[in-house]
């Protein structure tokens, strides 16, 4: 009997907690439909500097995508919600049209304050980077109004309160931060175990200093000098404290040797080359430059292609409108677009990769990691799988294909069938939330048939074990 209660217990504590996860993966979704419209609009205007070149109207957006946000977890309706995202959206169109204005006349501003900003000014030159803050925020807020008459005058005015600013920064943050490090390095004797690259990093400081005095406003070349001088004093602290290392027997040369392989060996795996440094770094270095250059050579001509393409489409809507003839096929390829602009907005980067393949749609859950050997599905995999669920709702699609893949690793058959069993559970999964016959979804599993990467690497098996989600298009 205790144990037919326990049994109860533990049923009632799974349901409440599976009931939990689904209730989280629906607010999940309905946030995103409801904000990240507005959310990317807004990165874009960051992006644009339309936050200091229209900081009135800027400010009243995120006033009322803000109030969105609130009113969604406070559950409000979804038309007070809406409302608020309406009013943050006209705000910022307002201010995109203002940003679009004045570019012209603060191009010069936005350069320097984007020169201060790497410089560091707000830490290191406060005062000198506040002033120039605020009069740039009088002189945006004042064109925002229509006042432009002072406009060009006040431009070249705020230019030079943030040339000042990024100088003093650069003496404060750059020349001061080197020569801490080559005071340190001296300390802890790297003129003794590294010392071409201490002299360097001294030679670069005085070059910096000196250009900085002979040309106080061509901050340029003294600020890489004095980057190249801190980088030159911090290596030179490293080397030091890796010798001192090895001559008390801390670690051992080959500890340092295979440390600083590393690296090279992760980008050789994201490139799917085996990384090969039993004979020295030659070999890999030049398999991984190759690699880079056909992934450049490939972007050129996708690039090239998208242009034709381009043209192309132009080109026959044109005539199509002409000939007063609507192509199909030229209708099709827009609404594929569109459907592959929407799958992207759903997904996060580390959750899927979604690209098309010849009549398909396919989205790559990369995101989906099973446990070694097993196809049950875990908690954390749900809101996941929910944005599939979104994904195949809006494509209106006559079939999803869910395919199981895996690496190489173990027996054929045994691959074979974890495949079709992890497919299996996420067909399930998505019957059970979504109204599905037979005819509309399937599953398959093709074992390690079907790899996308290399399996002699750590890196290339992970790609390999995978679940693809295939959406079949329609014209």
Do not use: C
């Not at 320097?112 to 120039?132: D, H, I, V």
């Not at 393949?357 to 929910?386: C, T, W, Y």
């Amino acid at each position: 009997m205790k144990f037919f209660h326990a049994f109860l217990l533990s049923l009632f504590v799974a349901i409440s907690s599976m009931s939990n996860v689904a209730s989280a993966a629906g607010s999940a979704v309905v946030h995103h439909q409801l904000f990240s419209e507005i959310e990317q609009s807004l990165a874009n205007a960051k992006t644009a500097h339309v936050d200091v070149l229209a900081p009135q109207n800027y400010a009243k957006a995120v006033k009322y995508y803000k109030s969105a946000k609130n009113r969604f977890y406070q559950n409000r309706s979804l038309a007070d919600i809406r409302e608020e995202l309406s009013r943050s959206q006209s705000y910022l169109n307002q201010a995109m049209a203002t940003t679009q204005q004045s570019q012209t006349t603060f191009a010069g501003v936005i350069q320097a304050r984007t020169n201060a900003l790497s410089a560091s000014a707000p830490q290191y030159a406060g005062e000198a980077w506040k002033l120039a803050e605020d009069e740039f925020n009088d002189a945006a807020s004042n064109f925002e109004d229509g006042k432009t008459k002072n406009s060009r005058e006040d431009a070249k005015k705020i230019t030079e309160f943030f040339y000042q600013a990024e100088l003093k920064a650069i003496k404060t943050n750059y020349l001061g931060g080197a020569r801490n490090l080559i005071e340190k390095a001296k300390e802890l004797k790297a003129d003794r175990y590294a010392t071409k690259t201490f002299i360097d990093a001294k030679l670069l400081l005085a070059d910096a200093e000196r250009e900085l005095t002979e040309n106080r406003y061509d901050t340029d070349y003294p600020r890489d000098l004095a980057r190249r001088a801190r980088n030159e004093a911090q290596h030179a602290i490293t080397i030091t404290k890796l010798s001192i290392g090895v001559k008390k027997k801390d670690f051992s040369v080959e500890d340092i040797i295979t440390n600083y392989e590393r690296p090279l060996t992760a980008i050789a795996g994201e490139l799917d080359i085996v990384a090969s440094l039993h004979d020295g770094y030659d070999a890999t270095e030049k398999e991984i430059i190759k690699s880079v250059k056909n992934l450049q050579k490939r972007s050129k001509e996708l690039d090239q292609s998208l242009l034709v393409r381009a043209e192309q489409a132009a080109e026959i809507a044109r005539l199509s409108e002409i000939l007063g003839v609507q192509s199909e096929q030229l209708a099709a390829e827009e609404r594929f677009r569109a459907l592959l602009a929407n799958l992207e907005s759903i997904f996060e980067p580390n959750e899927a990769e979604i690209f098309r393949q010849n009549k398909n749609m396919i989205i790559r859950m990369i995101g989906l990691n099973f446990d070694s050997n097993r196809s049950e599905l875990k908690p954390e995999h749900l809101v996941l799988l929910a944005k599939v669920k979104e994904a195949i709702e809006i494509s209106n699609t006559p079939h999803t294909t869910i395919e199981g893949h895996t690496d190489s690793y173990g027996s054929d058959a045994s691959n074979l069938t974890l495949s079709e069993e992890r497919a299996t559970a996420v067909v399930e999964y998505l019957k059970t939330n979504m109204t599905l016959t037979p005819e509309q979804i399937s599953s398959v599993g093709y074992g390690e048939t079907r790899p996308i990467a290399n399996n002699e690497s750590v890196e290339g098996r992970a790609k390999n074990r995978r679940i693809d989600v295939v959406i079949k298009l329609t014209n």
